[in-house]
């Protein structure tokens, strides 16, 4: 837990800078005083062997002198086999010194022992010549002498050699005492090399007694040495009693109370006592002399070898014990390194597969889409920081997904909706109904296709100012949208226009669905506390695999309907059954031909004579387009007109019929100079200045008076271009061509218009005509239009006069001008010139 806290750096040093620090401190420390123990140990083994080659040298030279000594007091060849395997012994004792020395070579340079070590045997490679001598002069005692001096050299050499040992050993110690702080291993060993040199003194002290006694005499040399001896022995054994380390201590205070051991020190004590007496010495022979120190000498030669065993043995224990220290260092930092490899692996792994979780989320984020992803984050190192970055950053990167989604949202609910009624726009609309057109071929469906216009809509905006007419088309759209199912689709197509998609339906459910609508529409709307009654059309057409359309034609189908209940009086459906289909189809055709019909001329006016009913004169013409189709023949205005309309020809037709107008104008000029010729313009001109410079155009070009010209309009165009017609009209006015209301009576609109427009004749619609004699509310209508006129000072014509007796209540009424087929059906060029021949006359 901790260790995941801690940076990755501070973990890999804590994990190699850590363990190596103690690995060193252990290696330097422990390591190396249990190497030191080891070693000093073992040379402690390697000098107890070394003294006990010395000794075996120093004895069986000893016993050599001693056998020596006899067969030279026996002056004869008594002892002589005994002493010639003697110095068989000694010279071996030699060799295996020598043989040892070979073998631990290194371990006695290192205590430098070795050249002492190879001195003495120099000294003992001498011997042969001593003995020689020896064996030449058996009856002479300078012979012995000889070989003595020779013996004791050697024994002082090794007397020296064990002096050095004894500091070596005491060098070796010292350096054990760090393992064993009571020195045992360092007594001991002290105690046995006194033993050792013990042992020396003793066989000095036998050779130097045993001199005094096989010669009888003995001179200042002998007791000195004698003296010396015993002294240094003396000192030394009470030295090993009095130690409490040494092992053999037990069996020395024994041996020290044998009686041979106290028999000799009493013979040395009353010899040294009577040195000043030497000749007159009685004691014990030469052979029982050297019977009784031999013995001694045996005795502590036990005490060696018990001490000398018992401290090779704590030497070699020590020495496996710290062998098994170094083992069990080994072993341990075999584990700690082990154990480092396992944690830098376990680290490693840790560190790998966090990095791969990261990897593994990240690539699931980006497969899948999917930026709720989050790591668990424990700890606090440089992985987990990474984490913790990509976490936020992940979440950043959902939130700006997230906003760019809600954008996206709202950019696409927007372009696919209408921004006041919040149905569908064109876009949505059309796309839903391409989809399911797409989906006929599929599935064998049957949908409806709904154009709902509302009546005067322009009126509503007029009347109460757009923001109730925004109102109005929201209360609209909302009873649309409850009166049809949740996947049917209502949309707005523009301004007043709205489309509906019924889909899976029957025409007999369609047109239920239509008359609920009408229905609902005929509620009133109550808009801040204004009472409003609005009045709809509608064209339906359908859709299904057999005669499945693409999205515009089905919406020029429904659009044809709508026309068509338009026309028929508004505030009613139509389907488009089998006859508007013919007659659409018929429009299709004449649709494509119109823009050349209109080029070539094919549709040219045909006049109809305006009469002044008091005079009975011909006052005017009214011209009326008519289209010779090459194929069909003769094509009705109401046809065309509306084609041109939608088609964005009117203005080409408007000038061409105009054009064709004033060149009949001027050749009927030549039988009427005042002629007037009156000219229908359709609404949508009445907002363009094309009309007043294409007149004024004509005017100049024909060389007419402007007050030839009369233009009709419909009082339709004062409720859909109203502000904009009124400037272009009263310039026109201005130039002198006047204004004539057609179908006046007929329009919805308020007749204050009439003060404000520059207008110059009301033109009574042929309905109200037809009237006459039938119907006396419309012969009131006609006699209130008549009067209406006169009071505004307006002239009036009536058209559509078909019979005497309507021309007679127009006259007894007032009425100033007429026409119809009762006096002329419009007539080509040439008939209008017969007739106004005839009236000229
Ligand atoms: P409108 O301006 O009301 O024209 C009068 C219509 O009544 C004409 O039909 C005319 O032929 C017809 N008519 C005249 N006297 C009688 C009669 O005694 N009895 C009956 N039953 N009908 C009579 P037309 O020529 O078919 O024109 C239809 C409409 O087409 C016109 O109605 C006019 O609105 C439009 N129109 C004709 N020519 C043009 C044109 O050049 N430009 C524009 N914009 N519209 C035109
Ligand atoms: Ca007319
Ligand atoms: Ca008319």
Redesign the pocket.
Known sequence: MLLSRLSINLKLLLLCAVPLLLLIIFLSREGNNLYEIQKNSYQTKVIVEFGLQLDNIAHNHAIERGLTAGFLGSAGTYGKDKLFKQREKSDRAVDDLNTFIETHQSDLKYINAEANADSLIDLLKQKPIVRNKVDQLTNDYTAFNYYTSVNKTAIDKIDLLTTFIEDQTLDTIDMLSTFNEDNTLRGELLSLVEMIWLKERAGQSRGALNEVFSKGASSVHVYTSIFTFTKDFSSTLEKLINNRRFHAKPTLIELSRKSFFNEIDLIQNNFLKQSDRLNNIQGPTSEQWFTLATQRIDAINSIISEQTSYTLNEALQIHAQSQRYLMLGGIMMLALISALIFLSYYIARNISSRIKNIDMLLTRSINDNDLSVKMDIHGNDEVTHIAKGINSYISWLKDVVGNIKATSLEHEYSASHDGLTKIANRNLFISRLTLLIDQLYRHDRHHALMYIDLDFFKKINDQYGHAIGDQVLKIFADRLVAQIRKFDTAARLGGDEFAVILEEITSDQAQLVAKKILKEMQKPLVIDGTKINITISIGITFFSKDESQDPTALLNQADHALYDAKKSGRKQYRCFDKALKKQFEENARLESDLEVAIANEEIS?HF?PQYCLSTQRIVGLE???RWHHPQKGFV???KF?PLAEKLSLISLL?TS?MRQSCTSLLSFMDIKPNLKIA????GSECSNLHIYHLTQLLIEENKIRPEQIEL?ITESVLVDHPESSIGILTALHDSGVSIAI??FGTGYSSLSYLTSLPIDILKID?SFVQGIGVDPQQEIIIKIIIDLAKQLSLKVIA????TQEQEDFLVENGCDYG????YS??CSAQDIKKLLELDHR
């Open positions: 006016p109809q011209a009326l387009a009705p205005p109401d007109i408007t019929i000219i229908n313009i359709s009709e057609d179908d042929m058209e559509g006069i078909e026409q119809g087929y009762f059906k419009p």
